[in-house]
């Protein structure tokens, strides 16, 4: 069963593991892994032992426990504040439920992570939830998002998800239906919603307004010559998805540009 310590849901060792061989099978020496909130080690103890690892933990006790369970080195500290003695390669946490804590990690990793690094978190459902948020993510990050059953944190409430951002220039999203549209009607302000509430107006024509379209490519801003379609191909006539040849992410959405 999960330990639970200061109302922090700790996530079970045999999840993390099964997160682990999903997620980061390819693991190894010459990985660096972080674990910016290791609790009592649950998820520090997963990550393979050919692969470099640390953990950070605020509370003493708790970064003891973790120290003596997994025989990693752990930081006693706040990961904000802490310094690091290696940029991580990977991250594989389950950090505080507290959405301005985690943004400022996410911050954190894509300033000190290097081009093609991951980062998988345990997140509640609501992280994703809003558009703006999601798509402002990838400025940054590709990102996936796959649901949790929420019984493997006895006591806990919110829907739960695991999220995994790749740092890319592409910006893809997978699992994530109508999120750009969103945030590029929503961008539009009262000229949107007065459009929504005319007669006769639809969905796409607003959208057709904000400026998407049917492409699965990344936005132009970030996107280079070589990196016109996404991972996975897109049919010339349709620009529909096919899946991708090699691991990774495809965007499972359009799109928008900019009138």
């Known amino acids: 069963m999960p330990i639970s ?21 390819d693991l190894g020496p010459g990985d660096r892994v972080l674990e910016p909130s290791c609790g009592a080690g649950g998820m520090l103890g997963a990550i393979p032992a050919a692969a470099e690892a640390i953990g950070v933990e605020i509370d003493p006790a708790m970064a003891a426990e973790a120290r003596r369970r997994t025989g990693r080195p752990v930081i006693c500290g706040d990961f904000a504040e802490v310094g690091l003695p290696w940029a991580p390669t990977a991250v594989f946490g389950n950090p505080p439920f507290e959405m301005g804590l985690v943004e400022r990690w996410l911050a954190r990793f894509a300033r000190e992570m290097p081009e093609g690094g991951r980062c998988g978190l345990i997140l509640p459902a609501y992280a994703v939830q809003t558009p703006d948020r999601v798509v402002h993510w990838t400025d940054s ?39 750009r549209r969103a945030s590029a009607v929503g961008a539009m302000g009262a000229r949107g919603r007065l459009m929504l509430a005319r007669d006769g107006a639809t969905w796409r024509d ?21 990196s016109r379609t996404c991972q996975g191909g897109c049919a010339p006539a349709t620009g529909s998805c096919r899946p991708p040849s090699r691991r990774g992410m495809i965007s499972t959405e359009p799109v928008p540009t900019r009138p």
């Open 206 to 226: 607003v959208v057709a307004a904000a400026g998407t379209r049917p492409s699965c490519s990344p936005p132009s801003a970030r996107r280079s010559a070589r």
């Open 5 to 25: 310590i200061r109302a922090q849901f700790q996530a079970p060792p045999w999840a993390a593991e099964e997160l682990v061989d999903r997620f980061f099978p």
């Open 141 to 179: 990050w590709s990102v996936e998002s796959h649901h949790l059953p929420r019984t493997l944190f006895p006591g806990l409430q919110a829907p739960v998800i695991f999220a995994m951002f790749r740092k890319d220039r592409l910006g893809l999203l997978r699992g994530f239906a109508l999120y």
